[in-house]
């Protein structure tokens, strides 16, 4: 088995732990109590009681380290240096529509650098990791950004929101989370957006960069607002160009 640091080890622990919660009440989500906070963004109680859940759990291990994460924002503890980044459910209006593409998001930040990141998806019990000069994995196994290099052959993936109108070939699939995964693993060919929180693709970005991948240069003091171009790198020049077309 791929040996792990105790951070990945203790991540993995609290995403488990807290998907018990997820996988329960997506089997009764028509009896969710969900407000809402803006357009196609809910919060749910289980939103919030996983990301207690992790918060609690890392913090078991970890004393003083300071989180961002979605539902709480920005908490600073003693340590300001090691931070953990927390999206509960990236995917949360396809959780309460009862549809099964979700995830739990967690990275490690120290110095402004994220070193680690997990994707954990409960209901497939897939687990996409990766950490600094290590490598991306799944479940244990290597992987790799795909060769694809011809523009038309390749699959991107973004959002509605903040998608930018293009010629590429796209999916929409609500989960930033698993879409820079699915770029590590060599599914989708790159990932676009704008106006992004951090949360939502901390723990993605070092798994396509460990992966083999190319991301833009991103702001390391923003936690929200944030444009992201993710590829396999073959085809990242190709990819910007086409988005600037727009």
């Not at 989180?67 to 459910?89: A, R, S, Y």
């Not at 790198?233 to 727009?246: D, E, P, S, Y």
């Amino acid at each position: 088995m791929k040996i792990i640091s105790s951070n990945l080890n203790l991540m993995i622990k609290a995403c488990e732990t807290a998907s018990k919660f997820i996988i329960k009440d997506f089997g009764e989500v028509e009896n969710l109590q969900v407000s809402k906070k803006g357009p196609r963004d809910f919060v749910t109680k289980t939103d919030k009681k996983v990301e207690e859940v992790i918060i609690n759990e890392l913090s078991k291990n970890k004393k003083g380290y300071s989180f961002i994460t979605e539902e709480t924002g920005i908490i600073e503890n003693k340590n300001k240096d090691n931070v953990w980044i927390i999206d509960p459910i990236d995917g949360t209006n396809n959780f309460v529509h009862g549809i099964p593409h979700f995830a739990i998001s967690v990275a490690l930040r120290i110095q402004n650098e994220i070193v680690v990141g997990l994707v954990f998806d409960p209901l497939r019990n897939d687990i996409f990791y990766a950490e600094k000069n290590n490598g991306s994995y799944f479940n244990n196994y290597r992987i790799r950004v795909s060769k694809r290099n011809n523009i038309d052959d390749c699959l991107f993936a973004t959002d509605h929101d903040g998608a930018r109108e293009t010629t590429l070939n796209v999916r929409h699939t609500g989960c930033a989370a698993l879409d820079l995964a699915y770029v590590g693993a060599g599914k989708f060919d790159g990932y676009y957006h704008d106006k992004i929180n951090l949360w939502d693709i901390a723990a993605g970005l070092i798994i396509v960069k460990e992966a083999g991948g190319e991301i833009d240069d991103l702001d390391d003091t923003l936690y929200k607002n944030i444009d992201i171009r993710a590829s396999n790198g073959v085809i990242h020049q190709k990819m910007l160009a086409n988005i600037n077309k727009f």
